[in-house]
């Protein structure tokens, strides 16, 4: 039977954050001259610190920067040569057992089409993810496991029975291929047992699931967590909405699972975020944006909703000392001024009558001094 086509024509690999396709060459081209126009990649050794968001799509080799690396990684990923290995640490290239799985997240998708695509092409050494690329388990991987691989991830029962093993046309033909789900009957990973390694603890994946009513329907999965706020933190199985939500009703408490933790905080725009790493940080400042006193939410966790700072106790405080240092400068500069000026008159009317006194006095001795002449009084002094 002839490869489907579906084959041929797939080459959009959706990101982990459902909105972002790394895969789709039109879109990585155009998101890659982003790069280019960005960022300097001639340059021998450039780095730069980059947004998350282009990181997620074009940072080839997971380095946290794009530099030349990416841009070599671009040239062979949309060319026609084979592909180096550090080129697709973006795809998260590996094998963890489930066969097909070559992205490691649990599940066949359109990321692993691709690969295993490549793999088939002889543009990636899968040396070290023979397993996973024999989808078929005949110790040969060819047009066959990318053919049985595209049923899956397409839903496509015919291609299934054509290509899949029996264990596999089972679980891929009620649509649950991948880890194993707990409680519904199916060995979906094909390991040979059914409902395995469903002891819900700190072991166990994010993404494992429990099959509530073991009906094999798509809508009743609950999920193992930790959950601070719930069976004083126990390990057990949830609903995801008990998981996703959190609320000023459970702030500051936390959600654990494989290893990662998170704790329930708000930046100060009243919705609640799960934060991985740091939270945001506790202000009195009214003025604040966003503000985080008297929100509700004790924002870094620490020493519950911080209250705003009254006006009274800052701003009006300061305002009053301004006017005080103000009025006393005025009080003394019109009090020098004052003074100056009256000073000055009284000096200016004593200087002038000295003065006239002293032309007088000066012009009298002249005369008494002129030869020939009879002064009948003395000299003026």
């Not at 620490?302 to 705003?308: A, K, S, Y």
Request: charged share 25%; aromatic share 8%; with cysteine.
């Amino acid at each position: 039977m002839d490869t489907p086509k579906a084959v041929e024509t797939k080459t959009c690999i959706i990101a982990d954050t459902k909105d972002t396709c790394k895969g789709d060459y039109k879109f990585l081209a155009m998101a890659s001259i982003l790069v280019l126009l960005l960022y300097p990649f001639r340059v021998p050794a450039v780095s730069v610190s980059t947004p998350p968001e282009l990181l997620e799509i074009a940072d080839f080799d997971q380095d946290g920067k794009i530099n030349n690396v990416d841009h070599e990684c671009l040239d062979y990923i949309v060319g026609t040569s084979r592909i180096p290995l550090h080129c697709l640490r973006i795809y998260n290239f590996g094998c963890s057992g489930l066969r097909g799985d070559l992205n490691q997240n649990g599940e066949l998708d359109t990321i692993d089409l691709i690969l295993e695509k490549w793999i088939i092409d002889n543009r990636v050494d899968y040396h070290d993810v023979f397993d996973c690329a024999d989808m078929t388990a005949d110790d040969t991987v060819d047009s066959d496991d990318l053919a049985c691989m595209v049923g899956m991830v397409e839903g496509n029962n015919e291609a299934i029975k054509a290509y899949c093993t029996p264990c596999q046309q089972k679980a891929g033909q009620a649509g649950r291929y991948g880890d194993e789900i707990c409680h519904d009957g199916l060995d979906n990973d094909c390991n040979g047992q059914i409902d395995d390694n469903c002891v819900c603890n700190e072991l166990q994946p994010c993404g494992k699931r429990l099959d509530y009513d073991g009906l094999q329907n798509t809508d009743d999965f609950k999920y193992c967590w930790s959950l601070s706020w719930k069976n004083s933190g126990a390990w057990g199985w949830y609903w995801p909405e008990e998981v996703e939500e959190c609320t000023m009703q459970i702030q500051c408490e936390t959600k654990e699972c494989d290893g990662r933790s998170w704790r329930c905080s708000s930046p100060g725009n009243g919705r609640g975020i799960w934060y991985k790493g740091a939270l945001p940080a506790e202000s009195d400042d009214p003025e604040a944006s966003p503000r985080t006193c008297e929100d509700g939410w004790d924002n870094d966790c620490i020493g519950g909703d911080e209250r705003c700072k009254p006006p009274e106790e800052g701003g009006m405080m300061g305002l009053i000392i301004v006017i005080l240092i103000i009025a006393i400068i005025l009080i003394c500069v019109a009090t020098a001024c004052f003074g100056l000026f009256g000073g000055g008159a009284a000096a200016g009317a004593g200087a002038g009558a000295s003065g006239a006194a002293m032309d007088t006095a000066t012009l009298m001795n002249s005369v008494m001094s002129v030869p020939g002449e009879m002064v009948p009084f003395g000299p003026i002094v």
